[in-house]
């Protein structure tokens, strides 16, 4: 018996290094053996494609969600072709019962920025918003005689605040949202220690459960925003990035200025090269705190 279970453990082994979803459900098509076998993958990744929109037609964020849900996986649910039926991530993934740590990924990001202009953020999710770090800038070019730019003034930095406020702002809704679309995956699967959620672009969000939600997505609670940002920002890679903003959000009452190194260089230290040299940039840089009521 013991010799008969190690082919077993390697094959879910490699099942586990597979992780993709859609080839998941189509090793489950092969026998009864691989059916049994594929649900036991612990690591999964779950591509979502994304339906453009039309300008007359534009739906929630929760049917444009389900929507895409529904192009991903029609294909291997051929029963559902006629009607068409939306299959929620809760029934793409029955059947898998020992999710341990799941990506999400989607098409397409979530903001439309001026062109050059880039909004990166990563959130972490309890039952509410743990924290987010948000990382922006209006333009990136390359000039190896830039120099950093003066300190910025009170007035500049009044003048430029409505850009940030924007770009904080639509991060945390974007995170929120998605948070949102996830909980009743997290309700399904209180097995799963981690589930991330982010788009081709890299943009994301953890999530572990959910509590206080609106409409369409999880309220954001009233938070501290700690705002670093420079006119012009020369890296060591020879790269200028113009307006260049880092933002700390973490619910009121709870944050430690002390934490901000440790959020920003945990979110962005690793695998990002440009945008983690930004952020050990900008965090020499003078700080500005904001504070923002849940909506």
């Known amino acids: 018996m013991l010799l008969m279970r190690f082919p077993i453990l390697w094959v879910i082994d490699i099942l586990n290094k597979v992780r993709d979803v859609k080839t998941l459900i189509r090793c489950r098509s092969v026998s009864k053996r691989f059916n049994s076998l594929a649900t036991e993958s612990d690591s ?19 049917t444009s969600f389900f929507r895409s849900l529904f192009k991903s996986v029609n294909g291997f649910f051929p029963i559902f072709s006629k009607p068409a039926k939306i299959l929620t991530p809760v029934k ?37 918003l743990k924290s987010c770090v948000i990382v922006a800038f209006r333009s990136a070019t390359v000039n190896t005689l830039a120099i950093d730019g003066d300190a910025e003034t009170d007035s500049e930095f009044v003048s430029g605040l409505k850009t940030r406020v924007v770009w904080t702002i639509s991060a945390l809704m974007a995170a929120s949202t998605r948070h949102y679309q996830m909980r009743d995956l997290v309700k399904e ?18 999530a572990r459960g959910d509590e206080k939600v609106s409409r369409e997505r999880t309220v954001v609670p009233n938070v501290r925003m700690s705002m670093r940002n420079a006119p012009s920002l020369k890296l060591k890679s020879g ?14 009452g709870v944050a430690s200025d002390d934490e901000d190194a440790e959020l920003a260089t945990g979110a962005f230290g690793f695998g990002d090269c440009m945008y983690g040299e930004a952020v050990a940039a900008l965090l020499k840089r003078r700080r500005n705190v904001l504070e923002m009521n849940s909506f």
């Open 92 to 128: 793409i993934l029955a059947g898998f019962d020992q999710i341990r740590n799941l990506d999400v990924k989607f098409y397409g990001g979530d903001f439309k920025l001026e062109k050059g202009a880039a909004v990166k953020w990563k959130a972490e999710f309890g039952e509410s």
């Open 44 to 62: 999964l990744l779950l591509q979502l494609d994304q339906i453009g929109e039309s300008d007359s037609e534009k739906d929630s964020a929760i």
């Open 239 to 252: 790269i200028c990035l113009e307006a260049a903003t880092l933002v700390v959000v973490r619910p009121s």
């Open 189 to 206: 699967h209180k097995e799963m220690e981690k589930l991330t959620v982010r788009d081709r672009d890299g943009e994301g969000a953890v």
